[in-house]
């Protein structure tokens, strides 16, 4: 988002799980580059600025707890949504 517009988090819940969706207003993920986002290492960015990291470790600590990270992109509108299960109450 290059440090300005609208960052958004959502949540509900559907069947056995909640939802958490982050939704931003910035130029999207361009078509090309989106299968790579998850891997460790990749970024847009310059040197110094990111380590291209945190998309991988995302996805890892969802993964822990049985759930799955997806995503959207357009220009002006990126979703990522986080299906986390819930846990039946003792």
Do not use: Y
Request: proline share 7%; charged share 25%; no cysteine.
């Amino acid at each position: 988002m290059d440090d300005k517009g609208t960052l958004t988090i959502e949540t509900f819940p559907q069947d056995n799980q909640v939802l958490i969706s982050i939704i931003d207003n910035g130029k999207g993920i361009a078509p090309e580059i989106k299968e790579k986002i998850f891997e460790p290492f990749f970024t847009t960015k310059r040197a110094g600025e990111g380590s291209g990291l945190g998309l991988d470790i995302v996805r890892k600590i969802v993964k822990k707890h049985e759930g799955k990270i997806t995503f959207e992109s357009q220009p002006g509108k990126t979703t990522f949504t986080v299906f986390l299960p819930v846990l039946p109450s003792s």
